[in-house]
């Protein structure tokens, strides 16, 4: 079954609006989480990682301010595209690392994002 | 340079065909090696780890060479299921278990 959860899988909004996205891990904690971003015929990028009771580390080129991500509970961390365009129309998966998982890191459903 | 590179294809295999794709990385501190798949509009999911022995499962092998740094993947007797994008995944050594993803190379299998 899924071990990491992500909410919405699907919004469409006006410009402007501000979006969140939630990323929950199932039955056990994350200390760190990962944002990616993937547009159309185009591979995941990294956005940010996010570390549980302290700031996001940011990759080069993406606006923290725009892209606020908060990991206040272990279980819990979420990311809000503030006054979104639709330039920011894409697909959001969020991933976390499950302890003795043969896997890397597990994926979130993900999220599509639309703004109109 | 990229990290990890793939060719992005597509590959356009009819069924039954067999395939291989390869991924070369640059940073030879990595650590660990997988391939995911990823279907459109999904998120990825994991294939098979890549073993410096290399490995099979089923119709799947998977190859490591780290002197020349590049892992493969070659799919048998292709069906039209194993159409989707193929993203090859490094995991380096420390930090916090940050991996990297190639750009993925996508495969049509065809009737």
């Known amino acids: 079954g899924a071990v990491v959860s992500q909410h919405p899988s699907w919004v469409i909004c006006k410009s402007g609006t501000s979006v969140k996205i939630e990323c929950r891990s199932l039955?056990?904690?994350?200390?760190?989480m990962f944002w990616y971003r993937q547009f159309p015929k185009q591979s995941l990028m990294l956005m940010a990682t996010?570390?549980?009771?302290?700031?996001?580390?940011?990759e080069q080129g993406v606006e923290k301010d725009k892209f606020l991500i908060n990991h206040a509970s272990l279980t819990l961390s979420t990311l809000t595209v503030t006054s979104a365009h639709p330039e920011d129309s894409s697909f959001y998966i969020c991933?976390?690392?499950?302890?003795?998982?043969?896997?890397?890191?597990?994926f979130g459903d993900g999220t599509r994002l639309s703004i109109l | 340079r990229k990290e990890v590179e793939q060719d992005p294809g597509p590959f356009n295999v009819p069924e039954g065909a067999t395939v291989a794709f390869n991924c070369t990385y640059s940073?030879?501190?990595?650590?660990?090696f997988f391939w995911y798949r990823q279907d459109c509009r999904k998120e990825p999911k994991l294939l098979m780890s890549?073993?410096?022995s290399g490995n099979e499962d089923g119709r799947f092998t998977a190859q490591l060479n780290r002197a020349s740094q590049y892992i493969s993947l070659l799919i048998r007797d292709s069906k039209l299921s194993d159409s989707a994008t193929y993203l090859c995944?490094?995991?380096?050594?420390?930090?916090?278990?940050?991996?990297?993803f190639g750009t993925g190379t996508k495969l049509q299998v065809i009737p």
């Open positions: 996010s570390n549980e009771g302290s700031k996001a580390t940011y």
């Open positions: 940073n030879s501190a990595s650590q660990s």
């Open positions: 039955d056990f904690q994350a200390t760190t």
């Open positions: 991933s976390a690392t499950v302890p003795a998982s043969n896997q890397p890191q597990h």
């Open positions: 995944v490094v995991k380096y050594s420390g930090g916090y278990q940050k991996v990297t």
């Open positions: 890549v073993y410096s």
